[in-house]
Nanobody, 121 residues
Framework: VQLVESGGGSVQAGGSLTLSCAANAYTYINNCMGWFRQAPGKEREGVAQIGRYGEATYTDPVKGRFTISRDNAKNTVYLQMNSLKPEDTAVYYC?????????????????WGQGTQVTVS
């Protein structure tokens, strides 16, 4: 297993959660890391991406509410989610890529975790 997500759970609207994604060194080093999500009946969509040097990109639905960060000493990426809404309910996936594709597409993201459920009520 190369990417392992944790931190999902159930929270009330307006609350916060922090997701973690632990990677092995081979998957993490020199890679862009991203978070995606998939709600029931919907396609997987991008949430946030962080580059090798910490540059972050967010998709419109989460801008101003979510923060992506990485701890290179721990080979771990985080997604801090604030002001959660019911429409944020989804399975959240961590992904990695050595070509740093756009967060607007799943194409080019060649390593995926198993996902962690986030439910906002």
């Amino acid at each position: 297993v190369q990417l392992v997500e944790s931190g999902g759970g159930s929270v009330q609207a307006g609350g916060s959660l922090t997701l973690s994604c632990a990677a092995n060194a081979y998957t993490y080093i020199n890679n862009c890391m991203g978070w995606f999500r998939q709600a029931p009946g919907k396609e997987r969509e991008g949430v946030a991406q962080i580059g090798r040097y910490g540059e972050a990109t967010y998709t419109d639905p989460v801008k101003g509410r979510f923060t992506i960060s990485r701890d290179n000493a721990k080979n771990t990426v985080y997604l801090q989610m604030n002001s959660l809404k019911p429409e944020d309910t989804a399975v959240y996936y961590c992904a990695a890529s050595n070509i740093c594709p756009s967060i607007e597409t799943i194409d080019g993201w060649n390593h995926w975790g198993q996902g962690t459920q986030v439910t906002v009520s």
